[in-house]
């Protein structure tokens, strides 16, 4: 940072100094008092000059010389001059005024700027030094000291002012990444927004406005297809989860792991529950229970779910009678009502056209084997088979 101030009057030359100047003349005179006064002079204005203190010291011995050097005595006494001595008094009075002049004139208005600008340089120097360090405190303090200096100074202002926004900025800056930490989207984007409009490229804003902006619209998202999942709207639900999966993989992973887990194994059951002996569905509840296991492959309830939705289709789909009562003995002793009580009666039918084929071919006892384990079934009628029995024991009564 860079200030231009108003530079003060730069001292003379020493041999242009008008002090120095009568100094000389007053050597060559031989008034060594005066002398040694106008030199006192010019060492405070220039306290390092060498020439200035080698001057002072031959005049000043040359002082100490004309006080002890004797005086002439004569035997005659005479009277003093008054008038002589009158004038030479007037003289030093005249001699001490004029230096006195030039103090006032020359001399004290250029040591008074020249402290000045010291002070200014040395505060702005300290200003510098503060910004460049990001002590703003610091900063403030010295600039506020040099507007106390040069109260008209714009550059001092604006230097205050820019202090004042990159304050505001590292203030909102802040208080945006809490916000965000705390995944409050929509204050840190109105905080970002406000940093925005004090300085739009302030460290990474543009880039945690991206993110804020993304993740206020996933979380909008996230909360939609939170909505389908306690509505079990899998299907809508696994559509949200899937979005954002895709959209970003460290977007609440966790959550939207469990979350699709649970989604496709609803998904899976409830499909079932409407299946009937479609084997359509059954092949899609079993592709979500496979999804289910992508996520958690060691689950066992959805290995479970799995493999009894496997066994029901390959019941669908045999032909082969033993085996498709096999199938289904096998799921109905773990659920006697799964897909909705279908197996069950699906199992009751295919018992019964079994037996209807071991009574034919005359294994009666076979045949009875099989009406009697229908008869036990979980179903809404087992009449058939009851009746069945009934008609086989009367045939066996002698």
Not at 41 to 52: M, R, T
Not at 224 to 248: K, P, V
Not at 348 to 373: C, F, K, N, W
Request: aromatic fraction near 8%.
């Amino acid at each position: 940072m860079a200030y231009d101030f108003a530079a003060p009057t730069e001292l003379p030359s020493l041999q242009d100094h008008p002090v120095y100047l009568q100094g000389m003349d007053e050597i060559a005179a031989g008034q060594w008092q005066q002398a040694f006064q106008s030199l006192q002079l010019l060492k405070d204005i220039y306290p390092d000059d060498a020439e200035v203190k080698e001057l002072l010291e031959q005049v000043q011995m040359r002082v100490a010389v004309a006080q002890f050097q004797p005086r002439q005595s004569s035997r005659t006494t005479k009277r003093p001059n008054i008038r002589l001595i009158v004038a030479a008094l007037l003289g030093i009075v005249i001699i001490a005024l004029a230096a006195y002049a030039v103090y006032v004139i020359w001399v004290n208005p250029v040591i008074v700027q020249e402290l000045r600008l010291r002070q200014i340089t040395n505060l702005r120097n300290e200003a510098d030094e503060a910004l460049i360090a990001g002590d703003y405190a610091r900063a403030r303090q010295s600039l506020e000291r040099l507007q106390a200096a040069l109260p008209e100074d714009p550059q001092t202002s604006d230097a205050l002012e820019m202090i004042e926004q990159v304050e505001r900025s590292s203030v909102l800056y802040n208080e945006a990444k809490t916000l965000m930490a705390a995944g409050n989207w929509d204050q840190a984007i109105a905080t970002l927004t406000e940093l925005q409009g004090l300085d739009a490229e302030y460290r990474d804003l543009p880039q945690l406005l991206q993110i804020a902006q993304e993740s206020q619209a996933m979380d909008a998202q996230f909360q939609a297809a939170e909505t389908a999942f306690n509505d079990e709207d899998w299907a809508e639900a696994i559509a949200g989860y899937e979005a954002l999966r895709e959209t970003s993989l460290t977007f609440r992973f966790e959550e939207i792991q469990a979350r699709l887990f649970e989604s496709h194994l609803g998904y899976g059951q409830a499909i079932l529950e409407e299946a009937g002996t479609d084997v359509g569905p059954v092949s899609e509840a079993i592709s979500h229970f496979s999804e289910a296991l992508k996520i958690r492959p060691v689950d066992a309830k959805a290995l479970d779910e799995r493999r009894l939705a496997e066994n029901y289709l390959a019941a669908l789909n045999s032909e082969d009678q033993d085996e498709v009562i096999s199938l289904l003995q096998t799921i109905y002793s773990e659920r006697p009502d799964y897909v909705g009580n279908q197996v069950a009666q699906l199992l009751y039918s295919t018992l019964l056209g079994r037996a209807g084929s071991l009574l034919e071919s005359g294994h009666e006892d076979a045949a009875i084997a099989d009406y009697q384990v229908a008869a036990q079934l979980l179903v809404d009628d087992v009449s058939e088979a009851q009746e069945m029995l009934a008609e086989l024991a009367a045939e066996a009564a002698p």
